[in-house]
C-alpha cells in the first residue's frame, strides 16, 4: 500500500473532520505518520491498534467503537480500492452504505412496493454486527481478490474486531457471555469502523441472490440487516419465513426477531429506517421526532449561526 494511495485515504478520513483534536493531531505530522504507515504496511508490520469504546443513546444505548485515525486511514485505503469492485456485487435494491443508494431512495422504493403488493413481511436479524463469522466472511471476500497482497490487511482489520468482542465490557453490553460467541473464535465486526459497513453489506448479498433467484420474490428490498419481502399472498411469505430461518441459520448462523416476525398487509402504516411510511405519503417516525426534540435542547446553547447549520442538516437529513 503506497504513500499516495495512503494520502487519498487521509484526505478523505479528515473531510470534515479536522477540528477534532485526534484529526488535527494526525494532520500535524501527516507525512511523518504517513510514510511510517505505509513502511509498515509495505513489511507486513502493521498491527490495528485498540478501540476507544462511547455509548450513544439513538435512543437506545448503543456501543461504538472508535478506531484511531492512523487505522481509519487503512479502513479507507481498503475500501477505496476493494469497495467499488464488491458493490458492483450488489442487487440494486440493497441501500445501505452506497454511492447514491442511502436510506431515503431505499423508503422511497419501500414505498413503491406497498403501493403494488397487498402484503409484506419485514424482517430484522440479531446482534447482526456481533454475529458475523469470519470465516465465512473471508470465503465471501478472498475468491474476488485481484491482488492477494490485500489479504493480509483485510485478516489484521478483522483480528481487531475479534479482539473487540472479547472484551467484558462488550461482551456485556451484547449480552454475549456464556454463548459460544465469547469463547476464543473469530466472530464479530465493530460497530464505527468503515470497513464493518462494507463488510457487513456484504455479507448478506447471498440472502439477496437466495431471494431474488430462488424464492422468485421481485418485491425485495433490504438496508443491512433490515429486510422487507412484498408478495401477493399472505401464504407466500409465511412460506418464504420459514425458508429464510434455514437459509440464514445454515449459511451464515444468524437469527431473526422471530417476535417481530409478522406477515402484515401492506396498506397499513410501517415504520422502515425511521419513517412511518403509508401509501399516500412518508411521515417522520417516533425516534426521529424524540431526536428533534432532544437537538432542540442543545440548540439553546448554540449561537445563532451554529443553530442555522444544525437546523439545516437536520432538515437535509429529512427531506426527500
Known sequence: MAFPC???AWRDVRRGKRRRPDVAAFELEQDRYLVRLADQLQDDHYRHGPYRLMTIQDPKPRLIARASVRDRVVHMACYRALG???NRKLIDDTYACLPGRGSHRAVLRFREFQTRYP???HLDLRGYYARIDHAILLDLLLPFLRDDRWAPFLREILASGAAFYRQPRVQQFFGLE???LSKEVPWGLPIGNLTSQWWGNFYLNGLDHFIKRDLGCQGYLRYMDDFVLFAEARSTLADWR???RQWLWRERGLQFHEERAHVRPSHQRHTFLGYRVHPSG????KKAVRRFRKRGRRLR?????QQNR???STAGAWLF
Not at 282 to 285: A, E, K, N
Not at 301 to 305: G, I, K, L, V, Y
Open 84 to 86: 467499488p469492485f464488491f
Open 178 to 180: 456464556g454463548s459460544h
Open 242 to 244: 420459514n425458508e429464510l
Open 301 to 305: 446553547s448554540m449561537s445563532q449561526a
Open 6 to 8: 495512503l494520502y487519498q
Open 310 to 312: 444544525s437546523l439545516v
Open 282 to 285: 412518508i411521515d417522520l417516525g
Open 119 to 121: 402484503w409484506l413481511l
